[in-house]
């Protein structure tokens, strides 16, 4: 588990305010190099400055294939527009979006790792309580053009039993059936060393495309 949050610890919450130096791939394969703002997740725009001094230009998430931020370690960060396919509150039947959200992609191979950012308040909803971190852990395979819901997250949460039982029982109902291996492979253990890192790792060596 702490692979992956070292690499979603460098954006606390106040940074999505900041500029970041970094680059905006459009989908016709203009790429633009400036100043980026991280939008929530479920922006349909994107802001972008050439400079400090430049004025703010909004891209549609729609003409962005991925935009590129570098942190204050000059360490890159990649996001992408891509559709959630979510389970139903009442059944387990997945539900893909028509819209694009931005997603982090922490992991890229056979089966992409992608997690998308959002934040709770941590009592009931009341005004003025502090707001938690939370992550939708996303896996999205290589020929489809949306991502599967895994499990969600609290920001320092330890993965528990309860956790790895009900991540095993989505993995059960998005790939037994093309890739039952992965599901045998998936050990309670290694879930809670790797978090969840483990199930891009057991789709690349056992599952094909």
């Known amino acids: 588990m702490k692979h992956l949050f070292l690499l979603l610890l460098i954006l606390p ?3 999505f305010a900041t500029m970041y130096n970094g680059t905006v791939t459009l989908n016709n394969g203009t790429v633009k190099n400036g100043l980026i ?10 802001r972008f ?6 004025g703010t230009e909004k891209i549609s ?3 962005v294939k991925e935009f590129v931020i570098f942190d204050a370690h000059n360490k890159a960060i990649t996001y992408v527009p891509v559709k959630t396919s979510n389970p139903g509150w009442f059944n387990r039947h997945y539900k893909t979006r028509s819209q694009k959200s931005w997603l982090q992609l922490i992991k890229k191979g056979k089966i992409n790792l992608l997690v998308l950012h959002y934040t709770v308040p941590a009592v009931s909803g009341n005004v003025g309580t502090v707001l938690t971190p939370c992550y939708g852990v996303y896996v999205q395979k290589q020929e489809e053009d949306f991502c599967s819901y895994i499990y969600l997250t609290p920001l320092g949460h330890r993965i528990t039993t309860r956790d790895y039982k ?3 029982a989505t993995l059960n109902l998005l790939f037994n059936t093309v890739c039952p291996k992965m599901i045998t492979s998936f050990k309670e253990d290694d879930f809670k060393f790797y978090g969840p890192e483990l199930i891009a790792s057991l789709y690349n060596a056992h599952c094909s495309n």
Do not use: C, F, Q
């Open 49 to 54: 400055k050439e400079n400090a001094a430049a």
């Open 37 to 46: 703002r991280i939008p929530k997740y479920n922006s349909g725009k994107i």
């Open 13 to 15: 919450l106040s940074l």
């Open 166 to 168: 009900d991540v095993k």
């Open 61 to 63: 998430i729609n003409d």
